[in-house]
């Protein structure tokens, strides 16, 4: 039914949470009719920002109300894995924050409980929802850049320090979720190393190399102590190679006609030249759009008319899987760790 609202929950409204409550709050299609946290201040704001929710410091009325059919959960990472599954055993569709878990087997138990009570279980990798993400997607699908080679991302800052986790797990899930997304496939192995120069044992710099099993890699330097503020990823194809500045106000998206072909020289036996072609750069038209109001509807739409999530438990778990063997991989010193034994 076109008129048909989806009655949603958010728990945990802080940092980030109040984002996720302004979405659902204002979506056409959402009833946001709780919001639940432990700090009583922080639902008294959410509480006069909008009068017509319920808030409450106790997740079990929300999930003892029959009427609640979703609920976003927006808490610390720890607490993720636990309120998630009190979420599905109590028969409602959930939306986690990311990461999913801070474990590939908690991903993996609570993908299989969803998949078990036939519930949608969606993740926060809120760049699978921006539009010049989802412009470079098309341009793979399509062959536009040709065959994808490596990609590599930087996500650095001078920024927020944080003391329960390193700049791997806080800042490095973004981009980790746009590389799968992008080549559609998990990576096989990570290698990560970095440093500690303002905590003991908390990295604040971060340099991986990730690898598929197809031969494509990926290389991600993640920092929240760095002179720049810097969002940015390029891709490299066998015809063309595209780089996309979410730090630019309109020009998000830069496509280079340039690459490199190997040729043989019917002139020289087993002679290979290799060519290299330099062309234009194309600055396309990108949809403008907040990635977040992107991804609440695409939550909703997808409960309300049974249709496939895009960052499913599946793509939740993958990304975990990667974060933690680049991990393992920075306690012993950048040795590569395979993901599968996550």
């Known amino acids: 039914m076109e008129d048909k609202k989806l009655n949603v929950a958010v728990v945990g409204a802080g940092y980030w949470g109040k984002n996720l409550v302004r979405n659902f709050a204002t979506a056409k299609k959402c009833n946001l009719k709780y919001v639940c946290d432990l700090n009583e201040k922080t639902l008294a704001v959410q509480k006069t920002s909008f009068p017509f929710i319920e808030t409450t410091t106790d997740l079990q009325t929300v999930l003892n109300d029959k009427t609640i059919e979703a609920v976003v959960v927006a808490t610390e990472a720890p607490a993720h894995f636990e309120i998630a599954k009190q979420v599905l055993n109590a028969g409602k569709n959930v939306f986690v924050e990311k990461p999913l878990t801070l474990s590939g087997a908690d991903a993996k138990k609570l993908t299989v409980l969803a998949a078990e009570k036939k519930l949608k279980l969606m993740v926060g990798h809120l760049l699978e929802y921006h539009p010049a993400v989802n412009h470079i997607k098309e341009m793979l699908k399509s062959g536009k850049l040709g065959q994808p080679y490596y990609m590599y991302t930087q996500r650095v800052n001078l920024g927020i320090v944080r003391k329960n986790e390193n700049a791997w797990w806080s800042l490095a899930t973004h981009d980790i979720s746009i590389i799968c997304y992008l080549f559609d496939s998990e990576p096989v192995s990570v290698a990560a190393s970095g440093q500690c120069f303002l905590q003991k044992d908390i990295e604040d710099v971060v340099f991986a190399t990730v690898k598929f099993a197809d031969g494509k890699v990926a290389n991600i330097h993640c920092s929240w102590l760095d002179p720049h503020k810097i969002r940015k990823m390029t891709v490299v194809g066998s015809e ?16 280079y006609d340039k690459g490199a072909a190997i040729k043989q020289d019917i002139s020289t036996s087993y002679a290979e030249i290799i060519s290299l072609r330099f062309g234009d750069i194309v600055i396309p038209k990108v949809a403008n759009g907040e990635p977040l109001a992107a991804e609440c509807s695409h939550f909703i739409d997808c409960v309300l008319d049974g ?15 990667v974060l933690q063997a680049g991990q393992e991989s920075l306690k012993n ?9 996550f």
Do not use: C, H, Q, Y
């Open 240 to 255: 063309k190679m595209v780089t996309f500045d979410d730090m630019e106000a309109t020009e998000k998206i830069r496509v």
């Open 333 to 341: 010193n950048g040795v590569p760790v395979n993901t599968e034994k």
């Open 307 to 321: 249709l496939p999530i895009r960052s499913d438990g599946a793509d939740g778990l993958r990304v975990v899987r």
